[in-house]
């Protein structure tokens, strides 16, 4: 591919021009990707050292925290770094890793996110079934394809993104290397990959969407018959796995549904689900999860070195 590329690196034009805007973004994502580190550590570590990790629900959830942080480790330390820089520069072989490894992570999370939505269906919808259906052989095997799922959506979306040739300009306007800034650099008539590019991720994104939707409703529908005390506790695990879902799913489909073009508010959306989502999943299973908040003052009195962690 070297012989039809000009191009041996791109600039990012980042999320502004303005230094004083990029010192504030600097502090804040900043903090955000330190909030990030902690907060998924934290749920993963504090569930592998407890009992929790015998429940597939927390199984899941463990691995989503660990695909969340290898996620949001694939933009925002450099969008942290390059918000300082006064010249962006990512090489070529940077540019296409980085898409490979965001999308990789970011399909991992979408499969694990279905897998969670059909562990709720089955323990509410088909709770005596429930452990033949959710065995540990089974989250094995959704997390293994899980991972299988997400290697050929990044596989799919890096041949799209590697076959193109680019020839100038090779300024990125956005602050990581995604495909749809991309296709506005190659030098050819690039409608068909961009159809390509929908299919792969708006249209996957869109269907796996209305899967997740579908699956809360028909939740949501069978506890209509459950006592008031089971009602509100499924109410309150399933909410929490409503709300990523939407936080993490509007932004992604505004961005990948539609045809192959870029807008400016491209970059506020992408924030969404490679920094916000990553950042607020951690609070959102564990505020109103007695049994996760428990894990983790359990863990922290092991660390701190109390006695009382009943």
């Given at each position: 591919m070297e012989n039809r590329n000009n191009i041996t690196e791109?600039?990012?034009?980042?999320?502004?021009?303005?230094?004083?805007?990029?010192?504030?973004?600097?502090?804040?994502f900043l903090l955000c990707y330190i909030a990030i580190l902690i907060g998924n550590l934290l749920v993963m570590i504090s569930i592998i050292c407890s009992q929790l990790i015998n429940h597939p629900m927390y199984?899941?959830?463990s691995f989503l925290s660990l695909a969340d942080l290898c996620y949001t480790s694939t933009?925002?330390?450099?969008?942290?770094?390059?918000?300082?820089?006064?010249?962006?520069?990512?090489?070529?072989?940077?540019?296409?890793?980085?898409?490979f490894t965001m999308h990789f992570f970011g399909g991992i999370e979408v499969f694990i996110l279905t897998g969670m939505a059909y562990d709720r269906y089955v323990a509410i919808c088909k709770p005596l079934h429930y452990t033949l259906l959710m065995s540990r052989w089974k989250c094995d095997a959704i997390l293994a394809a899980s991972c299988i799922?997400?290697?050929?959506?990044?596989?799919?979306?890096?041949?799209?993104?590697?076959?193109?040739?680019?020839?100038?300009?090779?300024?990125?306007?956005?602050f990581f290397c995604d495909v749809y800034p991309l296709l506005k650099l190659a030098c050819k008539d690039t409608s068909r990959i961009g159809l390509l590019v929908v299919a792969n991720s708006g249209l996957m994104g869109l269907v796996t969407f209305v899967v997740l939707l579908v699956s809360y409703a028909v939740i949501l529908y069978?506890?209509?018959?459950?006592?008031?005390?089971?009602?509100?506790?499924?109410?309150?695990?399933?909410?929490?796995?409503?709300?990523?879902?939407?936080?993490?799913?509007a932004p992604?489909?505004?961005?990948?549904?539609?045809?192959?073009?870029?807008?400016?508010?491209?970059?506020?959306?992408?924030?969404?689900?490679?920094?916000?989502?990553?950042?607020?999943?951690?609070?959102?299973?564990?505020l109103r999860n007695m049994e996760m908040?428990?894990?983790?003052?359990?863990?922290?009195?092991?660390v701190m070195g109390s006695k009382d962690i009943n």
């Open positions: 791109f600039i990012l034009l980042g999320l502004s021009q303005k230094k004083e805007i990029e010192v504030l973004c600097f502090l804040l199984f899941f959830l933009v925002t330390p450099k969008l942290i770094i390059d918000l300082l820089s006064e010249k962006k520069v990512i090489s070529y072989n940077g540019c296409m890793t980085q898409l799922g997400g290697f050929l959506h990044s596989f799919g979306q890096f041949l799209l993104a590697i076959v193109l040739p680019y020839c100038g300009p090779n300024e990125i306007d956005h069978t506890i209509r018959s459950y006592s008031a005390e089971n009602r509100h506790k499924a109410l309150s695990t399933c909410s929490s796995h409503i709300t990523v879902v939407v936080l993490f799913f992604l489909l505004f961005i990948y549904i539609r045809p192959a073009t870029t807008l400016p508010e491209d970059k506020v959306f992408a924030l969404f689900y490679t920094v916000f989502a990553p950042m607020l999943n951690p609070l959102i299973y564990t908040k428990n894990a983790i003052r359990k863990f922290w009195c092991h």
